[in-house]
């Protein structure tokens, strides 16, 4: 209700971020009774991160009663901020009070410590920790980058952003427009590169680091390619009921491909 409530702009922010997509693909099995009771108490608790982060964006003063991750993290999901306690409050709950657009985090007399998301520019931004927008993402493995892995990726992609704002103005405003997180994969094989998108994850993509800075731009527009298909699938299935599991293959892949995969490759 509270975020419904919110002006336009913040509402908006956070209703199209893509973690808010997750849930509504996994709402309809929570209502089916699909998905057990703790995976439901899980999901419950992540309503406290977009509240945290709507208090923030609208400068209401808040104390929510918040349960930190596995890693004893809270992420305030839709805004750049999460907080990290020591790894023994893992799984616990802590205070997070949200006052003047500013949050804090506290667990008995411990203050948590902030932290910002990498920043590619101002609405994207780099995310390897929050597993309330990481759970979909199945191929290819997450990377767990170190600080400085995580320096190397964001200053290469930073680069490929800003080369793509000078050459083509116009794709970079609708890029960023709307993504809003990029994901580091892992490159088990060494490729050139991996990478991929979802369409309950969408204003995310994910893909593994190059030092090539014309690689890693070619391959966000590819998938971004990808996400405005699955924007029109939202909007249009394209396909009949019971076609989106049919398996082909394809003239051009030796692997057996989903039919709902085919107008992605063309399009990107």
Excluded at 104 to 131: C, H, N
Excluded at 133 to 160: D, I, K, N, S, Y
Aim: glycine fraction near 8%; charge should be positive.
């Amino acid at each position: 209700d509270e975020l419904l409530a919110a002006p336009a702009p913040i509402r908006e922010r956070l209703l199209l971020f893509p973690a808010f997509d997750c849930w509504l693909s996994l709402s309809a099995g929570f209502l089916a009774g699909g998905r057990g009771a703790e995976e439901a108490a899980l999901h419950f608790s992540f309503f406290q991160s977009f509240a945290a982060a709507c208090a923030a964006f609208t400068g209401a003063q808040r104390t929510l009663r918040v349960r930190l991750t596995k890693d004893a993290r809270f992420h305030a999901t839709g805004s750049r901020e999460y907080f990290e306690l020591p790894r023994g409050a893992a799984g616990g709950t802590a205070l997070c009070r949200a006052a003047g657009g500013r949050l804090e985090l506290r667990q008995g007399g411990r203050l948590a410590r902030r932290r910002l998301l990498p920043a590619l520019t101002a609405q994207l931004w780099v995310e390897q920790r929050d597993p309330l927008l990481l759970q979909p993402v199945v191929m290819h493995g997450l990377a767990r980058c170190t600080a400085r892995e995580e320096a190397r990726f964001t200053g290469v992609l930073t680069r490929a952003m800003a080369r793509l704002r000078e050459v083509d103005p116009p794709l970079f405003e609708e890029i960023e427009d709307f993504l809003r997180i990029l994901v580091p994969l892992d490159n088990p094989k060494g490729y050139g590169s991996v990478s991929s998108s979802y369409r309950n994850l969408r204003g995310a993509l994910c893909l593994s680091h190059s030092e090539d800075s014309l690689l890693q731009e070619e391959t966000i527009i590819h998938e971004f390619c990808h996400q405005k298909v699955n924007l029109l699938f939202a909007a249009d299935p394209l396909l009949r009921p019971r076609q989106f599991g049919k398996v082909f293959y394809s003239p051009w892949r030796p692997d057996p491909r989903r039919l709902q995969g085919l107008p992605c490759p063309f399009h990107a």
